[in-house]
Structures are given as structure tokens and as C-alpha cells.
């Protein structure tokens, strides 16, 4: 399940959430860098003993799904507007909200069209009865945790994923 925290910076004092990653609950303070003219996540444990300290990245807006189907070991995703991935490379993606569930996942995609991409999925998960949405996701804390962290501009949101 996602967790969503609204950025709500203040003038006054650094902006402050708990996320759990890797469930284990940590201290997020973002703050503002003048000199480099951004914001910076600076994660600690629970001991106030730094993990990461990485400047804020925006991942793109979620791209809702029109359809998915499934043939030869392919799932074929049709996105409701342009996903804007360049034609004939590969993108880690994150599909989800699909039932059934098999369709959902972390995958590297292939790009086969303005709307559409394709990954592989073994098995025949049988026709799809409830669409979701496909992200390209920057997790701000890849590399220390399984968990996600991004942040997407467009809402202004942070979002974490177990």
C-alpha cells in the first residue's frame, strides 16, 4: 500500500515527515539549499544517525491505463495519453491498480508506440477486469532500501511504497 505525504514546506522551519521503509520507521527532514537552489532529503533512523542526504528529483506524473492485454509471454499496456518514452527503448516502469494482480509489478518495459508498452509476464494472468496506472518512478533512496520514495512534482507529493 502507498503512503502519501503532502509537501508542505514552511519559511520557518525544515519540512518533517516518518516514513517506513523497509518496515522500519525513519526521520525525513527536507530542507532548502540556497547555494544549490533545491531541496535535499536528508533521511535518519530512528538513532538520528544519517542514512542518505540526496537532492529532491521529481519523477513524472502517473499515466492512467486505457487497457492491457496478454499473448505469447507479453503483456501489451495501452496508455489513455501519451506516455512520452522515446520509441523502441526499454523503461523501468511500475504498473499498478490492475486486477488481477499479476499485471502489476516493477518491470522493465519495452517501448512499442506513443501510448503503448510491452513486458514480459510468463504466465497468462487472463483478461483484465480493473485498470490502474503506470509510473516511471526515481526513488530517492534506491540503493539503502526495497522500499520506494519519490516525489512527484505534479501533486507535490511524496509517496512510499513497502
Known amino acids: 500500500m502507498t503512503t502519501l505525504t503532502p509537501f508542505a514546506p514552511s519559511p520557518i522551519a525544515p519540512f518533517q515527515f516518518s516514513p517506513t521503509l ?18 535535499y532529503l536528508n533521511l ?10 540526496t537532492p ?18 507479453t503483456a501489451t499496456l495501452t496508455t489513455q495519453t501519451p506516455h512520452g ?8 516502469i511500475t504498473v499498478s491498480g490492475c486486477t488481477p494482480n499479476a499485471y502489476n509489478g516493477s518491470v522493465q518495459a519495452f517501448v512499442t ?10 504466465l497468462d494472468p487472463g483478461p483484465i477486469s480493473l485498470v ?6 526515481i526513488s530517492l533512496v534506491a540503493g ?12 507535490q507529493t511524496f509517496e512510499v511504497s513497502p
Open 85 to 92: 518514452y522515446k520509441f523502441g527503448r526499454m523503461v523501468n
Open 44 to 53: 535518519y533512523n530512528q538513532s538520528q544517525t544519517l542514512i542518505v542526504c
Open 113 to 122: 508506440g506513443a501510448s503503448t508498452l510491452a513486458y514480459p509476464i510468463t
Open 22 to 39: 523497509d518496515r522500519q520507521t525513519c526521520i525525513a527532514i527536507v530542507t532548502w539549499n540556497t547555494f544549490g537552489q533545491r531541496w
Open 56 to 73: 529532491v528529483v521529481s519523477s513524472p506524473p502517473t499515466i492512467p491505463i486505457a487497457g492491457i492485454t496478454w499473448a505469447n509471454g
Open 132 to 137: 490502474g496506472i503506470v509510473a516511471y518512478n
Open 144 to 155: 539503502y532500501f526495497a522500499s520506494t520514495l519519490v516525489f512527484r512534482e505534479d501533486t
